[in-house]
């Protein structure tokens, strides 16, 4: 009954405000095939049988701590997506979320927004902020959950049962199939995935984090559709490092997912 009456309440909010329809189109073509990624790693790891650069296709994901990109360069060196940080919370929105959104954009490289979790705030209120924050983006990849732990917030450092962290995360996902029409992904990293039993959480595609070894080798068994295997990427065109990720298929498989995931 809660978690009915949260998505409820989300779902008109939502209703009520038309601002996150955004209608600039895409300059995306879904059957473009992906560039062979130059990337390079500050600190390359062996990942054993399985090495991420097998993937076809890769790209990245970033926030405020990649302020200077220049998109036209990441797309030509192999960047075939990028997830871009978009809200934290129930109150933060990251400052260069909206530059980068539409600097993707214009370089034809398809992007979704992803929500960092606070679990100090219900998921409801969290879902609403995102929501509020987002625009149904034609073209857009499918919104993102990132629940990790957060043992080094300032403000919330807070470990809730296995039980409610799921009821949470079910909240969330529902509200964003509902708003944006779209399976939404779940990013999170092992300790988390095994402490709540995140395998049983349903309604979305799963993205891992394992920078030492082939998701296979950690997740014991968990169909996946993104690996982040680095934290520490360096890629022409983005100031700095940010973390790579690689899409589990091929690159036929890829415009095949893009064709029926993107708005």
Request: charged share 15%; aromatic share 12%; glycine share 8%.
């Amino acid at each position: 009954m809660r978690h009915i009456l949260s998505l409820a309440l989300i779902l008109t909010l939502a209703a009520c405000g038309g601002r996150t329809r955004e209608t600039t189109q895409s300059t995306t073509s879904p059957t473009a095939p992906p560039q062979r990624a130059n990337f390079d790693d500050a600190n390359p790891q062996d990942f054993g049988r399985i090495r991420p650069q097998s993937q076809p296709v890769h790209g990245i994901d970033l926030s405020k701590f990649q302020p200077a990109v220049d998109w036209p360069t990441a797309r030509a060196n192999g960047v075939s997506f990028a997830f871009i940080k978009a809200t934290e919370g129930g109150d933060q929105i990251d400052p260069m979320f909206r530059q980068h959104w539409q600097g993707a954009a214009r370089a034809g490289i398809p992007r979704g927004a992803y929500h960092f979790f606070y679990h100090c705030r219900p998921a409801a209120e969290q879902a609403r902020f995102f929501i509020a924050n987002v625009p149904r983006s034609p073209g857009a990849l499918p919104p993102v959950l990132d629940m990790e732990w957060t043992p080094t917030s300032p403000t919330c450092r807070t470990r809730n049962s296995p039980a409610y962290i799921r009821s949470e995360a079910q909240i969330f996902i529902a509200a964003l199939q509902a708003h944006y029409g779209q399976r939404p992904i779940l990013y999170t990293a092992i300790d988390f995935f095994e402490d709540n039993q995140m395998w049983r959480v349903k309604g979305a595609d799963f993205w891992l984090r394992s920078v030492k070894a082939h998701p296979s080798d950690l997740y014991n068994g968990q169909n996946w559709t993104f690996w982040q295997y680095s934290g520490t990427g360096k890629v022409p065109g983005i100031a700095g490092q940010t973390d790579l990720n690689v899409f589990n298929g091929s690159a036929q498989d890829w415009q095949t997912w893009l064709a029926a995931s993107q708005r």
